[in-house]
């Protein structure tokens, strides 16, 4: 194994993957991951299914948390621009009224 190549172990399968040194430690996070995420499923629906039917499943439920952090992200992108504008609109209005309230004692 060379200095560019990986070594991780998925669900029982040793595999090498090429990588960058500074990618090597996230690579291992995502194996791992990937690691437990079959182990879970065939651990809730029996080890005694397929190989790769456990590893669609796996991917299927990291599919899903992937979609649902993008929607959350997303969403709460969205609110923090609501919220922007909304501080900024009323920010502009009591600037507007602090204008006034100068105006009219200076009268």
Same mark, same amino acid.
């Given at each position: 194994?060379?200095?560019?190549?990986?070594?991780?172990?998925?669900?029982?399968?040793? &595999? %090498?993957?090429?990588?960058?040194?500074?990618?090597?430690?996230?690579?291992?996070?995502?194996?791992?991951?990937? $690691?437990?995420?079959? %182990? $879970?499923?065939?651990?809730?629906?029996?080890? %005694?299914?397929?190989?790769?039917?456990?590893?669609?499943?796996?991917?299927?439920?990291?599919? $899903?948390?992937?979609?649902?952090?993008?929607? %959350?992200?997303?969403?709460?992108?969205?609110? &923090? &621009?609501?919220?922007?504008?909304?501080?900024?609109?009323?920010?502009?209005?009591?600037?507007?009224?602090?204008?006034?309230?100068?105006?009219?004692?200076?009268?």
């Amino acid at each position: 194994m060379d200095n560019n190549t990986l070594e991780v172990t998925i669900y029982g399968r040793t &595999l %090498n993957i090429k990588s960058s040194e500074e990618n090597a430690e996230y690579l291992k996070e995502v194996a791992d991951f990937v $690691d437990e995420s079959m %182990n $879970d499923i065939a651990e809730h629906y029996g080890s %005694n299914y397929p190989r790769d039917t456990i590893a669609i499943l796996a991917c299927l439920n990291i599919a $899903d948390l992937l979609k649902r952090e993008i929607a %959350n992200s997303k969403a709460g992108k969205d609110t &923090l &621009l609501a919220l922007k504008e909304s501080i900024a609109s009323r920010s502009s209005k009591l600037i507007k009224l602090i204008d006034e309230t100068k105006e009219n004692s200076k009268e």
